[in-house]
């Protein structure tokens, strides 16, 4: 049985630092593309960042270049999100998500390519 569960959801102020994980279970890290995504209401869920366990590469979103870093950790099955300078344009609800294509591609932040999803994790970033 897959599945995707985050944790690490705060509310924290604009400038602070947050990471979030995505635990994997049924899964083999390698054999998958992980990807971040958020939402906000009334709003499409957008694609922050993506990994293929594969190989390691990653893809960011523009506006969270140089302030956010994914990764996994192979051995514990565990995807994580490292953000930091975090804006009140950040706040959303992070969904990990899992795509049995394990390399990266052309459409890799796109939601629709992803079959597994956990529940989501909320992150507030107010002053």
């Known amino acids: 049985q897959f599945q995707l569960v985050e944790s690490g959801g705060a509310l924290v102020q604009p400038g602070a630092s947050l990471s979030l994980s995505c635990s994997a279970s049924g899964m083999k890290l390698n054999l998958y593309t992980f990807g971040w995504f958020r939402q906000v209401p009334g709003k499409e869920r957008e694609g922050i960042s993506c990994i293929s366990g594969f190989n390691n590469m990653t893809r960011y979103k523009d506006s969270v270049k140089g302030r956010f870093t994914m990764s996994t950790d192979i051995a514990k099955a565990v995807v994580y999100l490292h953000m930091n300078n975090l804006e009140p344009e950040d706040t959303g609800i992070y969904y990990c998500?899992?795509?049995?294509?394990?390399?990266?591609?052309?459409?890799?932040?796109?939601?629709?390519?992803?079959?597994?999803w956990g529940q989501g994790t909320q992150v507030t970033v107010s002053a």
């Open positions: 998500a899992a795509d049995t294509q394990f390399w990266l591609s052309g459409s890799s932040l796109d939601a629709q390519v992803y079959e597994y």
